[in-house]
């Protein structure tokens, strides 16, 4: 079992900057990829950005690409998101989620990450 705990949401001006922390517990956090997803009010759930369990390979939503940088330290059992450019549309709840390396899915599908945190707000003011 691997419990998630996001951080470091919070109101920001349209341009400005933030980052996510989501922090795991256990062992085994380096056999795990990770991957961040959004949801606004209203809104299906979203893919935002991905990344391997060796951090070798990351993946972004298009929405996001270029703005958003996602990376991991597995010696402190951490995965960030660094949210650069903010537009109010980026304006959500984020939610860390995990899954097992090698599993064979899409890393753009919610319903291929086995452990979700509980989120953290996300706004931007214009």
């Known amino acids: 079992q691997v419990q998630l705990v996001e951080s470091g949401g919070g109101l920001v001006q349209a341009g400005g900057s933030l980052r996510l922390l989501c922090a795991a517990s256990g062992r085994t956090f380096s056999t795990y990829d990770m991957g961040w997803f959004r949801q606004a009010p209203g809104k299906a759930r979203e893919f935002v950005a991905a990344i391997s369990w060796s951090g070798g390979n990351t993946y972004y939503s298009d929405s996001v690409k270029g703005r958003f940088t996602i990376s991991r330290d597995n010696a402190e059992n951490t995965v960030y998101l660094q949210l650069n450019s903010l537009k109010p549309e980026d304006t959500a709840v984020y939610y860390c989620?995990?899954?097992?390396?090698?599993?064979?899915?899409?890393?753009?599908?919610?319903?291929?990450?086995?452990?979700w945190g509980r989120g953290t707000q996300v706004t931007v003011s214009s």
């Open positions: 989620a995990s899954r097992v390396r090698y599993y064979i899915g899409s890393y753009f599908r919610a319903d291929n990450y086995n452990y």
